[in-house]
């Protein structure tokens, strides 16, 4: 086991001068310049959170060499060039320097859960002990009054410094009385829009979060809408899927903490590093589809030979996701890889337009952006690294479930 004194500061002994983006050298010379005067800031502030990193991840049995692995491939998920690894490294070292504070409103609490149900936790999911998480009605201890002092307290102490992380959609219907909050019968919407007011930035956690998700479906009884329906003026970031990968989550995190601004957005406000290609780009059963080989009925024989599954409804052409790199429980697999097509969860009004499984002949539905076809040009780093992003997390994921394992045998 390395020293842990040493972890973070000598993981990397030298910087590398490479540049594999597409924006050019001055940019990211000028950037990484920025991240080092930010940190070196943050490095100043007293920790919000007396839980140091390096002995969270020692915990679990994660060493140098993992979390060498894991530091390479969220740095280029980030689309980041291999000179910020070691800035990344110092970050996770800060980011019980930045608060979080956490809200549900109407949602089943899957993004939550996401976080919670690690059998064998990643790098991504450890960062979460680390995080100066202030307020989170899910995993705190405080309830009822206690709790909403917390919130106050939280929301007062730290005005204008922390994320607002939002999960769950916003009912507006009978003037927002499908959903109220504490004692004092708070809707969502007032709640939404007071917590957010002082807050550096907001963050919508999962698709109801960000487009209204299935509280939005059709007939939407309730008149659910999404955080960015009613936020203006404000920072905002989307994280969409049902539920939102950890991973995305921890990356959008360690971007404001390397930079103090959000990621890059797309028109749908979500961060490029994590949608700015599309599943059907990085499946692994793209090159089926590329051959004309296809299931066309659950059963057959493309089935069980693992062909596309775009003729039974998968609808990765039409997702900008990255659940093929970075995957589910741990990083071993996702929907697709089970033989199940993509429903489109990141997605605006996915539940209507996307959530079934029957043949596309009978869809009215079209891929965006020209149709199925996309090339490598228009994607740009995204699609280049893609296949180098995607074997590092699952080889991180496994390690760490082997020793996660091989610890419990030993107790």
């Known amino acids: 086991m390395v020293d842990s004194q040493d972890m973070v500061k000598k993981v990397f002994t030298q910087k590398s001068a490479r540049i594999d983006t597409n924006k050019g050298e001055k940019y990211?010379?000028?950037?990484?310049e920025k991240a080092k005067q930010r940190l070196s800031i943050l490095k100043k502030q007293a920790p919000l959170k007396d839980i140091d990193m390096v002995d969270v991840i020692e915990t679990?049995?994660?060493?140098?060499?993992?979390?060498?692995k894991w530091v390479s491939a969220?740095?280029?998920?980030?689309m980041l060039p291999s000179m910020f690894e070691p800035?990344?490294?110092q970050a996770t070292e800060l980011m019980n320097r930045v608060p979080v504070v956490w809200i549900e409103l109407q949602d089943c609490a899957g993004n939550s859960e996401a976080l919670l149900r690690s059998a064998s936790p990643t790098v991504d999911d450890l960062?979460?002990?680390v995080i100066s998480l202030e307020f989170h009605e899910t995993l705190q201890a405080a309830a009822g009054h206690d709790a909403d002092r917390q919130l106050e307290d939280a929301v007062e102490h730290f005005k204008g410094q922390y994320l607002l992380f939002v999960e769950g959609a916003i009912p507006m219907a009978n003037n927002g009385m499908y959903g109220t909050i504490g004692a004092s019968g708070e809707t969502f919407h007032e709640h939404l829009m007071r917590?957010?007011?002082d807050a550096a930035a907001v963050v919508a956690v999962g698709t109801c979060a960000t487009f209204g998700g299935i509280p939005a479906?059709?007939?939407n009884p309730t008149g659910a809408v999404g955080v960015m329906d009613l936020v203006k003026g404000k920072p905002l970031i989307n994280i969409p899927a049902c539920p939102a990968n950890p991973a995305n989550i921890v990356g959008v995190i360690l971007h404001y903490i390397l930079t103090g601004q959000v990621p890059e957005l797309d028109s749908l406000l979500r961060p490029k590093f994590a949608f700015g290609y599309r599943i059907h780009d990085n499946c692994e059963r793209r090159a089926h589809f590329d051959a004309g080989e296809f299931v066309e009925e659950f059963g057959d024989d493309g089935a069980k030979n693992n062909w596309c599954l775009y003729k039974v409804g998968c609808k990765g052409p039409m997702t900008f996701n990255n659940c093929s790199i970075i995957r589910y429980n741990e990083g071993t697999n996702w929907p697709v890889g089970v033989g199940r097509g993509c429903i489109g969860c990141s997605e605006p009004d996915f539940w209507d337009k996307y959530a079934y499984q029957r043949p596309m002949a009978g869809a009215n539905i079209k891929a965006p952006t020209g149709g199925v076809e996309k090339t490598v040009d228009e994607f740009g780093l995204g699609l280049l690294t893609a296949t180098a992003v995607g074997i590092g997390v699952h080889a991180v994921a496994s390690a760490v479930a082997g020793k996660k394992s091989e610890h419990n045998e030993e107790e």
């Open 87 to 89: 800035l990344v490294a």
């Open 60 to 68: 679990e049995g994660i060493n140098r060499r993992d979390f060498i």
């Open 217 to 219: 479906a059709s007939p």
């Open 74 to 78: 969220t740095t280029a998920t980030l």
């Open 28 to 32: 990211y010379n000028n950037l990484f």
């Open 127 to 129: 960062l979460f002990d």
């Open 195 to 197: 917590m957010s007011k």
